[in-house]
């Protein structure tokens, strides 16, 4: 019989480790010094698995300098021991997965100051093949400075995080589940979605309801129909004549369910969220200087702000809590004066990024980390082509939604997008406001500055001079 393969504790447990991974640790440990200023002392990298994890340090601080320890709880402890012992002070991980994510923790409550890099950032760099070989790398590329950190939010952000992104699951769910009713009623040639909007209403839900109860007759159903549907009696009934099958009433039973339980998990999700937000601390503004509207802003409201101030009622999907005041005082800013900014990019932006700017020394900088800056090789002066990496940001994407609101606005930054619009197209258009947009939001939560709308006719007034401006220039050239 052949020889059994050891399992992953058994390896660890006994410290085995073959021939051929041994040449390769003694090639590239003791490897020429590449002469490059060395940055950071005392650095230990980890290649992450999902079985093991392979931790290199410097070939002066043990041997041998790379060992192996497993993805349980002891081993990890062990792991930070040895750390300690070896006099290592930074340690750096590629972000794989979630199984960074218990390692990472650890470390941190230990003490050492852990680097989270970007496996992007590290795949164009040759110089590894194995996975012990990457964590030499890792340590390498940290002790000369090549590596950037990647951003993390503070624990109580991380907590809403989890849960706002759970509630976005929630609500993609039971949309799906609406979906899988409307299927199920055309199937029987129930045509009520053709009748009302919205099938998931308060009127469609009670006639679905009715329905899987027994009731049979349009008319009886029609009758169920809230004074806000635009639809008649006649025409509503006239959509209910359907042909009844067994089958498909018990899978539109099985997808209202299904409904119904989505509904629940998401109140249960806003209570969480609810105390996760009050434990979060206020930010006033109070020391400073906002800045005052121009004459006559009050008085002059544009249309989309006086329906924003009619709307007192949560729109569908939204909390059922008062989570904009409590926003607005984690915020300490009212980031809802921005123009096609809502409360629920409001809330994606700070589950996601949190309410402190420090991290990004600039409003450039957020912009580049959204991905959301023009990517341009340019040599000599001259452009030579324009790179577009698919990046899956969620506040990039709320803002590029925002963004898109502006089209028909009223407000200076509506008038913007349109002429942005006009020279760029609507696809770069967007691109550019939603980077805009993140620069406001940089300003008001960085410095605390108010933002004022001055309407869509400064604009236009301020673009008139720009034009007279450049036009006096080239006719004096």
Known sequence: MGKRKLSTFERITQGKMNRKERKRLARQLYAEDPGLEVVHHNVAGIDIGNESHWVSVPPHCDAPPVREFGTWTADLLRLVEWLKSCGIQMVVMQSTGVYWIGVYDILEKAGLQVWLVNARDTKNLPGRKSDIQESQWLMKLQTYGLLRHSFRPQEEIRRVRTLWRLRERHVQEAGRSIQHMQKALTTMNVQLANAISDISGRTGLAIIRAILEG????YELARLRDYRIQASEEEIARSLEGNWQPDVLFELQQAVDEYDFRQRQLRECDQQLQGYLGALPSHSRAEEKEVQPPAGASEAR??????????TRPRKNEPDFNWETELERICGVNLKTLDGVDAMTIFTFVSELGVDMSPWRSEDHLVSWLKLAPQRQVSGGKLIKHERSPVKNRVAEALRMAASTLDRSHSYLGARFRSLRSRLG????????????????????????????RGAQEFEKRRQQRETHSLQRRAAT
């Open 426 to 453: 609507p696809g770069k258009t967007i691109k550019a406001m939603a980077a805009h947009l993140a620069r406001l939001i940089y300003r008001m939560l960085k410095h605390g500055q108010a933002w004022v709308d």
């Open 302 to 311: 544009t249309p989309l702000q006086k329906d924003l101030k009619r709307r």
């Open 215 to 218: 009731e049979r007759n349009p």
